[in-house]
């Protein structure tokens, strides 16, 4: 069994690495992001976390490889690789926010503001609530717990050694990029394609009946559409929630191999 008490260099080098990955995990990954929790909390969290999963990390090829100068790499090296891996698991909501906002304006209520906490900045009524509705399948499923289990499995992918970081492979993320984004696009396509065929008829009432006002009456209509449809596609929600968290997985882990 590991003591806590009787470290050697190595092992006390090692733990500091595995502390600084956490830590930048920390600060970026999906939940304890959020300005509104205090840095205390992700300190000590942190510091929690690197305890319990330290004597799970294997430092053979640090001790027969490390030279005194190389520590500050390696510290740059673990920081990057916690926060590329917290930043590449937050797409996931990254894609439900692109979903949320193109709904808000395509019905109209882009302009209906609200205060997200976790994100410090104003997102729509639709976008928060895309985020609530994505949140609550995340946790459902244990997607906290895959997480931890991903980031554990990082020090298997990438072990504490000194190995050069290829940013040729990054093509790959703007790659993993867009491939999220046509995942929102397909999200908000129900509430996209209703209201384009719904903007299609106004347009012939419009011109068959000059006496309706088309763009004040369109405003109702496209709200209770667009609400409508967006309640009644709610199952579809979740089937791409499902789609989108397997997408998230496999190239996060498919991207984290590359470094």
Not at 120 to 133: R, T
Not at 194 to 221: C, D, E, H, K, Y
Request: no cysteine; aromatic share 12%.
């Amino acid at each position: 069994m590991l003591s806590y008490f009787n470290f050697n260099e190595y092992e006390v080098l090692a733990f500091f690495l595995v502390l600084i990955r956490l830590s930048a995990f920390i600060v970026s990954w999906p939940v304890f992001d959020a300005p509104s929790i205090p840095m205390p909390v992700k300190i000590l969290f942190s510091l929690v976390l690197s305890f319990l999963i330290f004597p799970l990390v294997g430092h053979d090829k640090l001790e027969n490889s490390l030279l005194e100068n190389q520590i500050i790499l390696l510290a740059i090296r673990e920081a990057f690789i916690g926060l590329a891996f917290g930043y590449l698991a937050k797409m996931f909501f990254f894609a439900i926010r692109i979903a949320g906002e193109i709904i808000s304006v395509s019905i109209g209520l882009s302009s209906s503001q609200l205060f997200n906490p976790a994100f410090g900045s104003q997102v729509s009524s639709i976008e928060q609530l895309k985020l609530i509705v994505g949140s609550l399948f995340f946790l459902s499923i244990n997607g906290h717990h895959l997480l931890l289990m991903g980031l554990v499995d990082t020090f298997r992918i990438l072990p504490l050694e000194l190995r050069m970081i290829h940013f040729d492979q990054f093509v790959a993320v703007g790659t993993f990029v867009q491939e999220i984004t046509v995942v929102g696009l397909k999200i908000a396509s129900p509430v996209l394609i209703s209201i384009f065929f719904m903007n299609m008829t106004m347009a012939i009432v419009g011109r068959t009946v000059p006496q309706i006002n088309v763009l004040i009456t369109s405003l109702p209509v496209n709200i209770l559409l667009g609400f409508t449809i967006l309640f009644v596609s709610m199952p579809l929600l979740v089937w791409q929630m499902h789609d989108l968290l397997d997408l998230t997985t496999s190239r996060v882990f498919s991207l984290m191999r590359t470094f």
